[in-house]
């Protein structure tokens, strides 16, 4: 594994649904230590997520670009920011579980799809990355259904275990 790429909402920040404001963006418990960690390692990293808002008229694309530049400044800079802004129904090849967002995410970071891993927090996630031929790590939450956790390739308890397998692939 080359490259690690990351569901943003419920893996690297608290969801917020149809997130618009960047005063509300709340990394989730452990988050900075974890990518620290990688970073330190010098593994590139990225953030591929679906962001139905703007489609749906509830988020403009201004506003999710600051609440990603509000990411970065909790959380430092990422290689990459990989978007779906399409509604379910527009038939996109970007929204996940299809395999776009991690496609042109390594594209951009220089590495082949294989050499990533995909940390995410539902099947789609998990999805995207097989569709890709990237390995998934699951790191569920209270909103993770059941199916989902056991369809998974990989599941951790929280972001700091699945940095910690990754970092265990690379050691």
Known sequence: MRAVLFDRDDTIIVDEPYLADPKLVRP???AEQALRTLREAGIPLGVVSNQSGVARGLVTEGELAEVNARVEELLGPFGTWQMCVHAESDGCDCRK???GLVIRAASV???R???CVVIGDIGSDMGAAAAAGARG???PTARTRRAEIAAAPCVATNLREAVGMVMGEWG
């Open 113 to 115: 799809p294989g050499e």
């Open 109 to 111: 970071l220089r590495v």
């Open 137 to 139: 790590i699951l790191v």
């Open 97 to 99: 579980p299809k395999p």
């Open 28 to 30: 989730v418990p452990g």
